[in-house]
């Protein structure tokens, strides 16, 4: 089984300017969701899908960040103006659904943003 | 905020079990625990969960204590390749979100 694909693997941008992930799910994971890890720290939910709606995007900073599942299976996570604080590591991560028990999420390998 | 505490480092030498403790004393009668780990640039990566049992797979144990308010994740032959950082979640009833903590830092020593 394919695992979650995540592109670019890393990314160095200036602020102000903008920027775009991009995640491929395990086929068939309904559920989709970006992570924001700050070196240090636990992963935190920016966003989470069901399909291609938005579960939960609570803590997604709305003023600078978007993003969107079409046809309910890739995703795309921008940010546009980027800020210095928004260097990490951005984590995509799936599951078959959002209440599944079992073995969890299955999570890409991510993109460090590096914002100078 | 996460509903777990952990050590924030711990080491083993390898060939040795590595215990790592978690805490989680405000957790409801419905909510699993579910253990993680992250290894250097590599996104995290399940290791098993657990209920009220205890559980087995062929890459760790989990002990749960009987008032589910703290657990044991057992790496019961630890490697150099186990050197990562360990996360216990509780995952919410109501949202299934993952809240993740810190973590515990292992290092596995030669």
């Known amino acids: 089984e394919a695992g979650v694909a995540q592109s670019p693997r890393y990314k160095i941008i200036e602020k102000r300017q903008s920027v775009a992930f991009w995640c491929n799910p395990i086929?068939?994971?309904?559920?989709l969701y970006w992570y924001q890890q700050i070196l240090g720290q636990g992963p935190k939910l920016l966003i989470q899908f069901q399909n291609n709606g938005v579960v939960d995007d609570s803590q997604l900073p709305k003023d600078r960040f978007s993003a969107e599942r079409l046809k309910g299976v890739d995703s795309t996570l921008k940010i546009q103006p980027a800020k210095l604080e928004d260097s990490a590591v951005y984590l995509c991560?799936?599951?078959?659904?959002?209440?599944?028990?079992?073995?969890?999420?299955?999570f890409g390998s991510g993109t460090r943003l590096t914002v100078v | 905020d996460a509903k777990t505490t952990q050590p924030t480092s711990m080491d083993c030498a390898e060939g040795r079990a590595a215990n790592l403790p978690c805490n989680h004393s405000t957790i409801s009668g419905n909510e699993y625990v579910y253990w993680y780990r992250q290894i250097h640039s590599q996104g995290p990566q399940y290791i098993i969960h657990g209920l009220k049992n205890n559980e087995t797979n062929e890459m760790a144990s989990l002990i749960i204590t009987e008032d589910r308010k703290s657990s044991t994740l057992i790496l019961p032959h630890a490697t150099l390749r186990d050197t990562a950082v360990y996360y216990c979640i509780v995952r919410d009833s109501g949202t299934y979100k993952y809240i993740f903590g810190t973590g515990t830092r292992l290092k596995v020593l030669a």
């Open positions: 086929s068939g994971h309904a559920t």
């Open positions: 991560a799936s599951s078959l659904g959002a209440g599944t028990v079992g073995s969890g999420y299955t």
